[in-house]
């Protein structure tokens, strides 16, 4: 399935944020999240605690910063495709009538070879250049947080029915509510 | 149109995730935000600024958190609903086939009367049962302002393409990105 690329992290700053991607990626089928900024051990461990309890198969990775080029070039020479999200962008209205994101959403080898960016606070403008599509989840500015979540739930199919098998917590949907859960508490949210 | 209510924040913990709430509600056409939590300053500025460059109307108000549950049933009593997104609810999948959510849907009156509740760290679990439906934008551990944004979007007509009358700043959409815009550079983000 999809992979999330997350160019910039700073350690202090960004620690809620890119934790949020991460379980965001997770939770609406992507398969990895690839972060080229501080190496965060805390992400690490949290995002990585959540998958073995709530299970599924994810993974997560830090590289340098600077790696960033390097990935998104190599990424474009295995034939893989890359959307980047960004106010700056297109509609992702528009994106949705146009043919070639029918065909990503409706072929399973094109949605495994596709990398969808998401930057920190600043984006270098190579960025815009290098990847195949600029997409704008709305032109006003609101949370790459949002932005992933809408994009992936429009791209993957199903994305909100993902299921996570050899899960050890499990909750069982209720309309009233934290009646029904299997596994102890939860507090994460 | 809908409200979007808060209930908890920590000053500096929830700092940048109640940022990217408020401006996701913005974003997707709620009209305010409320936050049951620590007074904070700097939200109530950051917010305000991008309301005066970017357009629209968009209200944000702070009050002690303790006053949550007289601000849920004083909504109560005005005859509004209240929906509560919680991974421990019923999945939106199953409430957007629901008779109630069509309604709600596709009534201006009943959308104006819409509070849409998510809660931090931890939610009292009165909260559960005074709200009209508890919903789950799925049972996986993610973030609430994807779940925001992602119920916003299903529930709110045209929330991508919401418009913003009197903005300063507008981006024209580009497929390349970042070669548009009116106004000033944006660095938000």
């Known amino acids: 399935m999809v992979t999330v690329f997350r160019i910039g992290h700073?350690?202090?700053?960004?620690?809620?944020?890119?934790?949020?991607?991460?379980?965001?990626?997770?939770?609406?089928g992507a398969k990895s999240i690839r972060i080229a900024g501080e190496y965060d051990e805390n992400i690490l461990r949290s995002v990585s605690k959540v998958?073995?309890?709530?299970?599924?198969?994810?993974?997560?990775?830090?590289?340098?910063?600077?790696?960033?080029?390097?990935?998104?070039?190599?990424?474009k020479q295995k034939k893989g495709k890359i959307v980047h999200l960004t106010m700056y962008g297109e509609s992702i209205t528009d994106f949705q009538l146009n043919q070639k994101f029918k065909k990503l959403k409706t072929s399973s080898t094109e949605l495994e070879n596709l990398l969808v960016v998401v930057g920190g606070e600043k984006v270098p403008s190579k960025v815009f250049q290098v990847v195949d599509w600029n997409i704008a989840v709305t032109n006003q500015p609101h949370s790459e947080v949002a932005s992933l979540a809408i994009f992936l739930e429009k791209?993957?199919?199903?994305?909100?029915?993902?299921?996570?098998?050899?899960?050890?917590?499990?909750?069982?949907?209720?309309?009233?509510?934290?009646?029904?859960?299997?596994?102890?508490?939860?507090?994460?949210?």
């Open 51 to 75: 998958v073995a309890e709530w299970g599924g198969k994810f993974s997560i990775e830090f590289f340098p910063y600077e790696e960033w080029i390097h990935y998104l070039e190599g990424w």
């Open 10 to 28: 700073r350690k202090f700053r960004d620690k809620r944020i890119t934790t949020h991607l991460a379980l965001v990626a997770r939770a609406l």
């Open 155 to 189: 791209m993957i199919p199903k994305a909100l029915e993902t299921e996570f098998p050899k899960a050890k917590r499990q909750i069982a949907p209720s309309l009233e509510g934290k009646k029904n859960y299997l596994g102890y508490e939860n507090n994460d949210e």
